[in-house]
């Protein structure tokens, strides 16, 4: 069983258009961050969420923790090619193992010019 | 400030073959954690070492170890290579054992076993 559940798997838009990626858990979060991997790299922190009900953002990107701290979205305005990439959330340190992060299988967002 | 290296980028091997894949830490850190991240998911934690020592690991079998280097570089050894191992394999430097330190992910190793 998948501790990050992720949706969509895949996701296919045409720049401009507004998009919604969720991370859900049955389980309740310290904290919870966001990824973002390019093809031929490594994961990018984007940003960690610490508070039920937090929203975060960073540009054209918005972060909200759930209130009961189980879940997470990210909502894209105006997607532009530049966004294209594989989104992945994360938790740190379940189960108390303070080092490894747990990540869900991620969004693969395509953006079209 | 140099980022977090690996190498090689690419290798290709047979079963039961051993590898060794090598991580450079970003300045300043002491930690490394390696990962595995097969085809369509999402990284999958092996271990992590910090100061010479492994602190923590995933569900992966022994055949799989590691070392940290006294200027933390790390390496990760996977013996008698099955198919599935066949995956990015992927480094991250942090600053110690803070519980949700940002982790420098390198480009990874990608590993093909055939």
């Known amino acids: 069983t998948q501790l990050l559940e992720q949706s969509p798997q895949f996701l296919s838009i045409q720049e401009g258009e507004n998009l919604t990626v969720y991370c859900n858990s049955s389980?309740?979060?310290?904290?919870l961050q966001w990824y973002r991997q390019e093809p031929g790299e490594g994961p990018v922190l984007l940003v960690t969420v610490v508070t039920g009900g937090e929203v975060k953002k960073l540009k054209r990107l918005t972060f909200q923790f759930g209130d009961a701290r189980k879940d997470s979205s990210l909502h894209i305005t105006a997607a532009q090619p530049g966004d294209t990439g594989l989104y992945l959330c994360?938790?740190?340190?379940?189960?108390?193992?303070?080092?490894?992060?747990?990540f869900g299988k991620g969004t693969k967002l395509s953006v079209k010019p | 400030e140099t980022g977090v290296t690996q190498s090689p980028t690419h290798l290709i091997k047979t079963r039961g073959q051993q590898v060794t894949l090598r991580c450079s830490s970003q300045s300043g850190h002491n930690t490394v954690s390696w990962y595995q991240q097969a085809l369509g998911q999402g990284p999958q934690f092996i271990f992590q070492y910090y100061r010479e020592e492994e602190n923590g690991r995933g569900n992966f079998p022994p055949r799989f170890s590691g070392l940290q280097f006294p200027n933390y570089s790390s390496e990760l050894n996977v013996n008698a290579l099955e198919l599935d191992d066949s995956a990015l394999y992927l480094c991250a430097s942090s600053w110690g054992l803070v519980l949700g330190n940002e982790q420098f992910f390198g480009p990874g190793t990608r590993l093909t076993v055939l």
């Open positions: 389980s309740v979060f310290s904290s």
């Open positions: 994360a938790v740190a340190g379940y189960g108390g193992s303070q080092g490894n992060l747990i």
